[in-house]
């Protein structure tokens, strides 16, 4: 059970291939192609709360730490 903690969650990665980005400069872009600059601005300003604020304080640990080969398989699905 202690191994699952380590496991990265599928869905929430799934959603960063497919959820776009509801507001702002980079509207209608897909989270995980986001632009670097744009998420360390949130890293800045702040996230937004909910789930929204999660998903992009993930995709920026991805991108911050070169994850981002992790989520080819899933934008090829």
């Not at 909910?50 to 899933?74: A, S, V």
């Amino acid at each position: 059970m202690e191994n699952d903690a380590l496991q990265p969650d599928s869905a929430m990665l799934t959603q960063l291939v497919q959820m776009k980005m509801p507001f702002g400069k980079y509207k209608d872009v897909v989270l995980c192609n986001l632009p670097v600059s744009y998420l360390e601005w949130f890293g800045r300003k702040g996230f937004p709360k909910g789930k929204l604020g999660m998903l992009l304080q993930t995709m920026y640990e991805i991108k911050l730490n070169g994850l981002d080969y992790l989520l080819e398989p899933l934008k090829k699905r």
